[in-house]
């Protein structure tokens, strides 16, 4: 459980980079927003044992974040 999480967090890293980036640069980032939404949408569906919970739920926060920034 816990490498799913820590695989979803390095594809979150890669798209924050990204996004920092186009933004920089003055790009869309429609294409990084729908591939951040699919991210999401993964760890929504993504059950975990409770003893994971927390570590899910601090992803999910990391991930508006992103989306916000």
């Known amino acids: ?10 594809e979150l890293r890669l798209l924050e980079d990204e996004m920092t980036n186009a933004r ?15 991210l999401e949408e993964q760890a929504n569906r993504l059950r975990v044992p ?11 926060n990391h991930i508006d974040l992103v989306r916000e920034g």
């Not at 920089?24 to 699919?38: F, I, K, N, Q």
């Not at 409770?50 to 999910?60: D, G, I, K, P, T």
């Open 24 to 38: 920089d640069a003055g790009r869309e980032t429609r294409e990084l927003r729908t591939r951040l939404d699919r």
């Open 50 to 60: 409770a003893a994971y919970a927390s570590m899910l739920y601090v992803l999910r």
């Open 1 to 10: 459980m816990r490498s799913k999480v820590l695989r979803m967090y390095g």
